[in-house]
Nanobody, 120 residues
Framework: QVQLVESGGGLVQPGGSLTLSCAAS????????LAWYRQAPGKQRELVAG???????NYGDSVKGRFTISRDNAMNTMYLQMNSLKLEDTAVYYC??????????????WGQGTQVTVSS
């Protein structure tokens, strides 16, 4: 019942910046966690960044110091600010949300993915 819509992907030069957005809609009671993942062709999906209800964040080693995850106060939208982009950051980026719906059932929703390509 919970849907996520991503935007903000595109082509950027090395050293540049992009901001990804993920908007949530649906019958949400509680959001337990928000996260960004990415997957490059031929590679496994990896965690990029996560954020809890209390605002605690966690980042993958390869993006620490360069990427920042954030959310609005209502937790309806989350963002991934990406700075100092490198060629190896090229991947499809997915947002993820875990929580409890108004029906009191646990949900685990994913966005459709947005392509980020870092190239000269």
């Amino acid at each position: 019942q919970v849907q996520l819509v991503e935007s903000g992907g595109g082509l950027v030069q090395p050293g540049g910046s992009l901001t990804l957005s993920c908007a949530a809609s649906g019958s949400i009671f509680i959001i337990n966690g928000l996260a960004w993942y990415r997957q490059a062709p031929g590679k496994q999906r990896e965690l990029v960044a996560g954020i809890t209800n209390s605002g605690n964040t966690n980042y993958g080693d390869s993006v620490k110091g360069r990427f920042t995850i954030s959310r609005d106060n209502a937790m309806n939208t989350m963002y991934l600010q990406m700075n100092s982009l490198k060629l190896e950051d090229t991947a499809v980026y997915y947002c993820s949300m875990k929580g409890i719906g108004l029906d009191r059932k646990i949900f685990d929703s994913w966005g459709q993915g947005t392509q980020v390509t870092v190239s000269s």
